[in-house]
């Protein structure tokens, strides 16, 4: 079947515009995951979604980062105001609802804030 | 906080050698750790997950072991290809809604 799938795959702003990453997770995942690779960094958690559950936030870097997941299956990754660190890749990640299950990630959105 | 190391960052290895890339992480306390391989520009690919429980996993040519009480995991690949050649990552699920990932190694097979 179809696996995760991200949009856009390269995006070039501005610094100081907003920009919205878009991730559709797999058909039936309840679980959902946005993570940040940076040059140096390695990957990082951002946020995590589950079911009708209040998410975990708790990786986000800063207040200008929001998201959301509507329906419980479509999120929206939200970073306003961007500043050249925000320069990343963001991957998604889906898993059907449990620690012991596997993540499957997206192809990825390319930030690139000059 | 869950710390993971790999070890080494980059290899290279002619073309039908068999390597293997060592993963170790601070806390024993996980519920899986999962192996990934990353082309350039691309997303992760899974390859295979052990549970906490498990000792090892089998997929082709390729087999990860776990040792979670000393804190470690390896990734065997027997045999390789040219097409083996990306980034390979580990990473650990604890009691936190994430995974801890390592900072990867980067094979090169050489045909």
């Known amino acids: 079947g179809a696996g995760v799938s991200q949009s856009p795959s390269n995006k070039v702003t501005e610094k100081g515009k907003d920009v919205e990453l878009r991730c559709d997770p797999i058909?039936?995942?309840?679980?959902l995951y946005w993570y940040r690779q940076s040059l140096g960094q390695g990957l990082e958690f951002l946020i995590y979604f589950q079911g009708n559950s209040a998410p975990d936030k708790s990786g986000l870097p800063s207040d200008r980062f929001s998201a959301e997941r509507t329906g419980g299956s479509v999120s929206t990754l939200t970073i306003q105001r961007t500043q050249q660190e925000d320069s990343a890749v963001y991957l998604c990640a889906s898993s059907l609802e449990g620690d012991t299950y596997e993540q499957y990630f997206g192809p990825g959105t390319r930030l690139t804030v000059t | 906080k869950q710390e993971v190391t790999q070890i080494p960052a980059a290899l290279s290895v002619p073309e039908g050698e068999n390597l293997v890339l060592n993963c170790s992480f601070t806390?024993?306390?996980?519920?899986?750790l999962q192996w990934f391989r990353q082309d350039p520009g691309k997303g992760l690919t899974s390859l295979l997950l052990i549970q906490s429980s498990q000792r090892e996993q089998t997929s082709g040519r390729l087999n990860a072991s776990l040792d979670k009480s000393s804190g470690r995991s390896t990734l065997y690949i027997a045999a390789s290809q040219p097409g083996d050649s990306a980034t390979y990552l580990c990473a650990v699920r604890t009691g936190a809604n994430n995974l801890f990932f390592g900072t990867g190694t980067r094979l090169t097979v050489i045909p």
């Open positions: 058909s039936g995942h309840t679980a």
């Open positions: 806390d024993s306390a996980i519920y899986n």
